[in-house]
């Protein structure tokens, strides 16, 4: 399925919408851009007194980043979503200034934040997703690796079990080394799956949904319909036993219950999901020592034993100190005590952010994470194709849930699990996974936003189809004519319809009234 | 550098934030009408209302639906048999095309094969350049015509009529 060339589409297609100058977009960005330059400097400015080390330098680099990619969608996907773009940068940005100020603070546990590093991922995320917007002109071009992309996730997953590659680092066996790289290969895994589950799903969501016994009101599907399904949830519950890692496993399978939802309307699938999911934590609390540790650090984590164990609820209860000390408004950038939490530039930079920028700055920060889902979600709605629906639903709820997952932890709401807050985390993987997932989501809203000649259900086409006859297959210029845009459905050969015709009336076809000029495609 | 001026650089940067989310949500809040209404653009709103050429009656403004007018637009034959659909001010479009109101499982329906739209107090049939064409009965329909109700009309195989 080839995409139509972006000028013969705005000259054929849209003759009354221009391509939008996306103002709003480049606007938004300078506000991002300077939230997170301010920080820069106001962090260097705080801790010793002058801007930190290579200052012009970092912020070139993240606004080249942002700017970059704004090019980039400008050329490429002028119709994509506005907002979405600025908000990574926003929340980049503000990780990455969190990320430096726990560098320079010097404090001992802190040797491994390295915002060089985090710019540097940053800037190769932006670099990839680019590469991606610009030749991959249409999102459904991937669904053709539905099944190579189910692979490509089971491998992945697996992968940090194989003994020389695979590494266990704080109790986790998430970690793969090549080459003096390392990677979490989960991060790309919640990519593949997703890719799957929209392609898998697409072509199977009648018999999922349809076929079955009803059992209470409920529809059930049929077993057999449910085999690459049940591949995917073992293997979500494998990352659990033999990874050790509670917040990915919740992730897939998460991933997996809210496709199946979106893809059949079934509520029979939440349910069910949840009941599997309740199960399977039960077992997993009662058999698992480290997932029964976690529990209970969740539910005790002011218990004097607990905390001073190694491994204990020290971390947490940190964590929850720093929240309290940020109070409404913080304590300002670089002005509180943020290194005293382990791991506060990874795993506990939301306590970090809390501390220094208070419940005002957090809630900003959570909206700028809403308005991404909301967006992803809103493209969902919107996207024409069912694959694309699926694909930017699946990726926009899995940001969600890994957001609540990684923000409940921290403010013990639930369990701590091991994942990252997208875009601010330390954690190369984390950074480009998630800047591939904006890529995708901006492909996919391009699509859909862009107007296309065909009347949406209940609506009139572009150039106002309830006044003038909409003839098809004439030369251009006509409102809603023209090659069809992505999103039309690909038209079938003429030669099924010319092999048999209505009996009871004429065989002869009827020519348009315009000579077709595209010989071959039926109207 | 003194108290105040630190508190004020502190309480600025939220501010700061704060900008950037709501001047977003601003952003979205175009978003919030309805896709394919019109912008607001007063050249748009003017085309709308304008009266067609060759007919008293706006077919946008809302009339009150008289006594005896068809209410809904009824599948009588082929695939779709049975299937309804409720008749507004819009027009309706019959064809494949997934865009269209009425989308046809009919091999020998065009992509957009035919429209029934409301003038006045009357609805009206189109063809639209289909392949095989759109019949009342034996005819051919070539131009708009009007169409009365329980009048099947042909497309591809199936049959639609409007009841009251």
């Known amino acids: 399925m080839s995409t139509v060339e972006d000028s013969q589409a705005a000259r054929t297609v849209a003759p009354t919408e221009r391509r939008p100058a996306r103002v709003a977009e480049l606007f938004l960005l300078v506000l991002a851009l300077a939230a997170g330059i301010t920080a ?45 773009l600025p908000s990574v940068v926003f929340l980049n940005g503000i990780g990455l200034a969190m990320i430096l100020r726990l560098e320079m603070s010097g404090a001992s546990n802190m040797r491994g934040a390295n915002a060089w590093s985090g710019l540097m991922y940053t800037a190769l995320g932006a670099a990839v997703a680019a590469v991606l917007i610009w030749f991959l002109r249409d999102h459904r071009w991937i669904r053709r690796f539905t099944y190579t992309a189910m692979l490509v996730g089971l491998v ?31 991060e790309f895994a919640k990519i593949a799956f997703a890719v799957f589950f929209a392609g898998y799903l697409v072509a199977n969501r009648d018999t999922l949904a349809l076929a079955g016994p009803k059992v209470m009101g409920l529809q059930l599907p049929r077993i057999r319909d449910l085999g690459p399904i049940l591949i995917v949830w073992a293997a979500s519950l494998g990352v659990l036993i033999f990874e050790h ?23 029979s699938w939440v349910l069910i999901g949840l009941l599997l999911f309740g199960a399977g934590a039960i077992a997993a609390s009662s058999i698992f020592t480290h997932v029964a540790a976690r529990m209970e650090v969740w539910l005790h984590p002011f218990d004097a034993a607990l905390y001073n164990a190694p491994g204990g609820s020290f971390q947490i209860v940190q964590g929850t100190f720093a929240l ?35 419940l005002t700055g957090l809630l900003a920060i959570l909206l700028a994470y809403l ?56 954690g190369g993987s984390s950074l480009l996974a998630n800047w591939i997932v904006i890529a995708l ?16 259900r209940g609506t009139v086409a572009a150039g106002g189809a309830m006044h003038d006859p909409i003839v098809v297959g004439a030369a251009g210029g006509t409102p809603g004519t023209g090659t069809p845009v992505a999103g039309t459905p690909v038209r079938r050969s003429a030669g099924e319809v010319t092999g048999a015709a209505p009996s009871s009336h004429p065989t002869e076809m009827i020519t348009p009234a315009q000579p077709d000029t595209r010989p071959g495609e039926r109207s | 550098m003194s108290e105040l001026t630190f508190t004020l650089l502190r309480l600025g940067y939220l501010v700061l934030l704060w900008v950037f989310v709501l001047t977003a949500i601003a952003v979205l809040r175009r978003d919030l009408a309805p896709r394919g209404a019109p912008r607001g653009t007063r050249s748009d709103r003017r085309r709308e209302a304008a009266p067609t050429p060759g007919a008293a009656a706006s077919p946008a403004a809302p009339a009150k639906p008289k006594r005896g007018a068809p209410t809904r637009l009824v599948v009588t034959a082929g695939p779709l048999l049975g299937t309804t659909l409720p008749l507004s001010t819009a027009s309706i479009l019959i ?69 009251g």
């Open chain 2, 95 to 163: 064809g494949r095309a997934p865009g269209c109101t009425l989308v046809l499982d009919d091999d020998y329906s065009s992509s957009r094969h035919a429209r029934i739209f409301p003038q006045g107090d009357q609805w009206f049939v189109e063809d639209l350049g289909s392949t095989n064409g759109t019949f009342i009965g034996d005819t051919p329909v070539t131009g708009p015509i009007p169409l009365a109700p329980g009048v099947g009309v042909q497309i591809g195989r199936s049959v639609v009529e409007l009841q």
């Open chain 1, 371 to 426: 308005l991404i889902v909301h967006r992803g979600l809103r493209t969902a709605i919107a996207v024409r194709d069912g694959f694309g629906k699926l694909l930017a639903g699946g990726l926009a709820f899995v940001m969600a849930l890994q957001i609540f997952t990684v923000v409940g932890g921290i403010t013990r709401i639930i369990p701590l699990t091991g994942l990252t807050l997208p875009f601010m985390a330390q």
């Open chain 1, 441 to 456: 989501l901006l492909r996919v809203s391009d699509i859909a936003r862009r107007p296309s000649s065909l009347p949406v």
């Open chain 1, 324 to 358: 309290a000390a940020g109070g409404m408004f913080g304590t300002g950038w670089g002005e509180g005590e943020p290194y005293r939490v382990p791991f506060a530039y990874s795993d506990f930079i939301y306590s970090s952010l809390g501390e220094e920028l208070g």
């Open chain 1, 156 to 186: 992945l997953v697996v992968l940090p079990l194989f003994p020389v590659i695979g590494q266990e680092i704080n109790g986790a066996r998430i970690w793969v080394h090549l080459g003096g790289m390392s990677m979490q290969p989960a």
């Open chain 1, 245 to 267: 890692d509670l917040g990915t496993s919740l992730l897939f399978f998460g991933l997996f219950v809210a496709m199946l939802y979106l893809a059949t309307e079934r509520f």
């Open chain 1, 40 to 84: 820069f400097a106001t962090v260097g400015n705080a801790l010793t007194g002058e801007l930190p080390e290579d200052f012009w330098l970092k912020s070139f680099l993240l606004a080249a980043a942002g700017l970059g990619m704004h090019v980039v969608l400008r050329l490429r996907a002028p119709w994509a979503d506005q907002v979405i």
